[in-house]
């Protein structure tokens, strides 16, 4: 699995961007795929999560109603619509995925520590 993230910047608080996430070997149907975030001297943390394929989709409290994941097969992508964005929202944003054998992200999103494969990482500041 090959993750390549773009989309990130320098924004103001209350403006918007939307990170992409290209994937090669996910298999549709049998993997979940997630954003995460890691700010300096922080651990990383979980965004928001989606099945492939599917209709599964969770967020951290911190960005609901702010952010959005989507997902278009024919393109291999995924998306993080990210409006509103406030300071505490700089980070480093990481697209990650992981096999999963039931159709859900439930039961291993939000730890980072059960995803596998990881993006390069792009950066997002909002000042």
């Known amino acids: 699995v090959q993750l390549v993230e773009s989309g990130g910047g320098s924004v103001q608080a209350g403006g918007s961007l939307n990170l992409s996430c290209t994937a090669s070997?996910?298999?549709?149907?049998?993997?979940?795929m997630g954003w995460f975030r890691q700010a300096p001297g922080k651990e990383r943390e979980g965004v928001a999560a989606?099945?492939?394929?599917?209709?599964?989709?969770f967020y951290v409290d911190s960005v609901k109603g702010r952010f959005t994941i989507s997902q278009d097969n024919a393109k291999n992508t995924v998306y993080l619509q990210m409006n509103n964005l406030k300071p505490e929202d700089t980070a480093m944003y990481y697209c990650?995925?992981?096999?999963?054998?039931?159709?859900?992200?439930?039961?291993?999103?939000?730890?980072?520590?059960?995803?596998?494969?990881w993006g390069q990482g792009t950066q997002v500041t909002v000042s």
């Open positions: 989606i099945y492939i394929g599917g209709s599964s989709i």
């Open positions: 070997g996910v298999t549709y149907g049998r993997y979940c």
């Open positions: 990650a995925a992981q096999a999963v054998g039931a159709p859900t992200c439930g039961g291993i999103f939000p730890l980072y520590r059960h995803f596998g494969s």
